[in-house]
């Protein structure tokens, strides 16, 4: 078992850009997942990846080919031996990570996004929020919907749930700014914000302390030769 080099106190959040991929921080069966992904696809999923292990080698004080992640495409990513939960999202250039010894998940989306606001949440939000969303002027509608949608999707990550089966069981109260779970009345703690124009959430134990940094990396990353263009 790798061990962390410093402890974990508080769960730890990474925001920078989803650029290069560096095909020797790779594992070969990473490296053959990304082979079977469209070229857009495969490109994304190589950058995160390789992103994910040098981050996570700097807190487990490993080398990043070392960390023992699996991360299959389409699932969320894990450690082989749980010591730490970790989640990622990326959009567009983005790509937020986290990291923690209690269940965590984040969120990130383009904070200037085109949203059809109003038939969102009529379609996905329960009636109380619907309602809260309803008195706000049209000018803050869009960004108030968008920050419950970033919200719920990262507590949904946070349970390994998905996105389709459970974003409806999630209510974001606008005026207590807080996160329930309609299910079974449970409020986990969240932090968001907005950071060069993202708009970010992480959800869990522990997220309301959660440490952001703001990439880039140190040193650019090189893409493997599939991954260029």
Do not use: N
């Not at 925001?15 to 992904?37: F, S, V």
């Not at 960390?67 to 990326?90: K, M, N």
């Not at 986290?98 to 009529?122: C, F, N, Q, T």
Request: hydrophobic share 45%; aromatic share 8%.
């Amino acid at each position: 078992m790798v061990q962390p080099e410093r402890p974990v106190a508080v769960p730890q959040l990474w925001l920078g850009p989803l650029r290069g991929a560096c095909a020797t921080l790779l594992q070969p069966q990473e490296l053959a997942w990304g082979r079977a992904l469209p070229p857009t696809q495969r490109r994304r999923y190589w950058q995160s990846r390789a992103a994910l292990r040098r981050w996570l080698a700097s807190l487990l004080g490993c080398a990043a080919e070392a960390v023992p992640l699996h991360s299959p495409p389409g699932a969320p990513p894990r450690l082989a031996d749980d010591q730490l939960w970790i989640s990622l999202s990326h959009s567009g250039d983005g790509l937020l990570l986290g990291a923690s010894r209690w269940p965590i998940g984040v969120d990130l989306e383009w904070a200037e996004r085109p949203l059809a606001a109003a038939p969102l949440m009529r379609r996905f939000f329960p009636p109380q929020e619907v309602r809260q969303l309803e008195l706000l002027p049209a000018a803050a509608l869009p960004a108030a919907v968008l920050t419950s949608w970033v919200l719920k999707e990262a507590a949904i990550k946070s349970r390994r749930g998905t996105l389709a089966a459970e974003l409806a069981c999630w209510g974001w109260d606008h005026q207590r700014q807080r996160l329930r779970d309609q299910r079974d009345g449970s409020s986990p703690e969240a932090r968001w914000g907005a950071c060069d124009g993202w708009l970010w959430a992480a959800v869990g134990q522990g997220a309301a302390a959660a440490e952001l940094q703001p990439g880039p990396w140190e040193a650019a990353l090189q893409a493997p030769a599939e991954a260029r263009g």
